[in-house]
């Protein structure tokens, strides 16, 4: 099972940038897709930013052209550029990996975070106004 560490998260600016690293254990993570979720307070885990092992991305609505999913397979690490922050970005994200099913809709595999086991600490962003 891999095991997943987040950092870079702090407080910030509306209006500021973060960069939230994740550095996964085990190799799997190279052939795994991966996704950031965010965490607001009082409110269920959201997939914002997912990534394919070759690097093809899909982004929810809120965050696109402001958040940038990346990962570099030979670190096992991966990251989220985080840009233009506001309040609404407050809370706490995580990353996490599934293996894609050849044929299946992979983002839609990272979209249940009840699915996935093996969930790091996170790290918490607070986005001030």
């Not at 609505?61 to 958040?67: A, E």
């Amino acid at each position: 099972q891999v095991q997943l560490v987040e950092s870079g998260g702090g407080l910030v600016q509306a209006g500021g940038s973060l960069r939230l690293s994740c550095a996964a254990s085990g190799s799997i993570f190279s052939i795994n897709a991966m996704g950031w979720y965010h965490q607001a307070p009082g409110k269920q885990r959201e997939l914002v930013a997912a990534i394919t092992r070759t690097g093809i991305t899909n982004y929810v609505d809120s965050v696109k052209g402001r958040f940038i999913i990346s990962r570099d397979n030979a670190k096992n690490t991966g990251y989220l550029q985080m840009n233009s922050l506001k309040p609404e970005d407050t809370g706490v994200y995580y990353c996490n990996t599934k293996t894609v099913v050849p044929g299946s809709n992979w983002v839609a595999g990272l979209r249940n975070p009840s699915a996935l086991t093996g969930w790091g600490q996170g790290t918490q962003v607070t986005v001030s106004s």
